[in-house]
């Protein structure tokens, strides 16, 4: 019988950017354009169709001598391999090799150009703790969509395109930790691990009971469709920031204490159903990555020397001065640091094969936001 297969590079142009204008999300727009040369020609790039970042905001924060604009800026989180034919013919090296994995921050400018950060730190202190923007679709102009933003040590607010300055959403909580954007909705959570949803006239309806938890920092972490909040305990109670003193506070923290570092962690679970949390002690081949700008999941089998059901994090998640990795082992409540040669591969240098033009983008980790001072 003939082979009646088409291959995909040979699809009649004219359906090419019929299907390409059904893609909805940032990376798969990116997919379909690296699939051959005609289909990267049947569809304009991301940034050509939405509005480019980075998009001038007003300030999240006010000093008599330190009055600036901000920028939201787009870094995607990339799972980088090596292309096919770049493994070795031998297949004992080749099935190692292609278990091979880095995670790559990429961050876009408007001129076209990216650059690429650790995964854990943005390398400079930033002034806020987490922000999330919606809809984020490739057909719709950015300075249409509604970003949200935990600011100022815990201040929730929002802003659009051509706001002169951000709207507190809760001006009476300024305790948040975290914001996420869940199955299409804004979700915010408190230092006591409530979750309030965010409805469309930007007012908030609690989602959950409180968590309880005494830890001193909560986590969104989408993994599996599921949401979870992680609880991080620290061993002594972090700087509070204070936009007027921030710098000599930051400053001696540095020289005169150390800083704060982390002794547990605990992870729950959001039942949904039912409304009430569960501790979850085993995450199995997944493993949560808690990052300055965003915190997401990562299947270990995917990434060589990495173990399951642990969270990767730093001990200083905002400060300017290195990001050494360390690790956190559920099942036997354990801290050690990520080794170079043995469990820190993906958030190592990349490997000597890594260029632009020879690099496979597979496994899309997570979209994140961040808003820096210029």
């Given at each position: 019988?003939d082979d009646?297969?088409?291959?995909?590079?040979?699809?009649?142009?004219?359906?090419?950017?019929?299907?390409?204008?059904?893609?909805?999300?940032?990376?798969?727009?990116l997919?379909?354009?690296s699939?051959?040369?005609?289909?990267?020609?049947?569809?304009p790039?991301?940034?050509?169709?939405?509005?480019?970042?980075p998009?001038?905001?007003?300030s999240?924060?006010?000093?008599?001598?330190?009055?600036?604009?901000?920028?939201?800026?787009?870094?995607?989180?990339?799972r980088?391999?090596?292309?096919?034919?770049?493994?070795?013919s031998d297949?004992?090296?080749?099935?190692?090799?292609?278990a091979?994995?880095?995670?790559a921050?990429?961050?876009?400018?408007?001129?076209g150009?990216?650059?690429f950060?650790?995964p854990?730190?943005?390398?400079?202190?930033?002034?806020?703790n987490e922000v999330v923007?919606?809809?984020?679709?490739?057909?719709?102009?950015?300075?249409?969509?509604?970003?949200?933003?935990?600011y100022?040590?815990?201040k929730l607010?929002?802003?659009?395109?051509?706001?002169y300055?951000w709207?507190l959403?809760d001006?009476r909580?300024?305790?948040?930790?975290?914001?996420i954007?869940?199955?299409?909705?804004?979700?915010a959570?408190?230092r006591?691990?409530?979750?309030?949803?965010?409805?469309?006239?930007?007012?908030?309806?609690?989602?959950?009971p409180p968590?309880?938890g005494?830890?001193?920092?909560k986590?969104?972490?989408?993994?599996?469709?599921?949401?979870?909040?992680?609880?991080?305990f620290?061993d002594?109670?972090p700087?509070?920031?204070?936009?007027?003193?921030?710098?000599?506070?930051?400053?001696n923290?540095?020289?005169?204490d150390?800083?704060?570092?982390?002794?547990?962690?605990?992870?729950h679970r959001?039942?949904?159903?039912w409304?009430?949390?569960?501790?979850?002690?085993?995450?199995?081949?997944?493993?949560?990555?808690?990052?300055?700008d965003?915190?997401?999941?990562?299947?270990?089998?995917?990434?060589?020397?990495?173990k399951?059901?642990?969270?990767y994090?730093?001990?200083a998640?905002?400060?300017t001065?290195?990001?050494?990795?360390?690790?956190?082992?559920?099942?036997y409540?354990?801290?050690?640091?990520?080794?170079i040669?043995?469990?820190?591969?993906?958030?190592?240098?990349?490997?000597?094969?890594?260029?632009?033009?020879?690099?496979?983008?597979e496994?899309?980790?997570?979209?994140?936001?961040?808003v820096?001072?210029?």
């Open positions: 019988m009646s297969r088409v291959q995909w590079s040979d699809l009649p142009p004219e359906i090419l950017p019929i299907i390409g204008k059904s893609l909805e999300t940032y990376i798969d727009v997919r379909f354009r699939v051959c040369r005609s289909w990267r020609a049947s569809l790039p991301f940034n050509i169709v939405s509005s480019l970042l998009l001038d905001l007003p999240p924060i006010f000093t008599a001598d330190h009055l600036t604009d901000a920028l939201l800026i787009r870094r995607v989180i990339y980088l391999s090596p292309l096919d034919h770049q493994h070795s297949s004992a090296s080749s099935s190692s090799f292609a091979e994995g880095w995670l921050k990429v961050e876009s400018t408007k001129l150009t990216m650059r950060l650790h854990l730190s943005t390398r400079y202190v930033k002034y806020d923007m919606f809809p984020d679709c490739p057909w719709i102009d950015v300075k249409y969509c509604t970003i949200v933003a935990v100022a040590g815990g607010g929002f802003a659009k395109h051509g706001d300055k709207t959403i001006d909580n300024f305790h948040y930790d975290d914001v954007v869940y199955k299409g909705q804004f979700y959570v408190d006591w691990g409530t979750i309030f949803w965010i409805d469309s006239s930007m007012r908030l309806v609690q989602f959950s968590l309880c005494f830890g001193n920092q986590h969104f972490v989408e993994s599996d469709d599921e949401l979870y909040v992680v609880d991080r620290l002594k109670e700087l509070l920031w204070n936009a007027d003193i921030f710098h000599i506070h930051w400053l923290n540095l020289i005169e150390s800083p704060p570092k982390v002794i547990d962690f605990k992870v959001l039942d949904q159903e409304g009430r949390w569960v501790e979850v002690r085993n995450l199995g081949n997944q493993s949560f990555v808690l990052g300055n965003c915190c997401f999941s990562v299947s270990a089998p995917k990434f060589e020397g990495v399951g059901s642990c969270i994090f730093t001990h998640p905002r400060s001065l290195g990001y050494n990795t360390h690790y956190f082992e559920l099942k409540k354990r801290i050690a640091k990520a080794s040669h043995d469990n820190e591969p993906i958030f190592g240098p990349p490997p000597i094969w890594l260029n632009l033009e020879a690099t496979q983008y496994e899309h980790a997570s979209d994140n936001l961040h820096s001072a210029c």
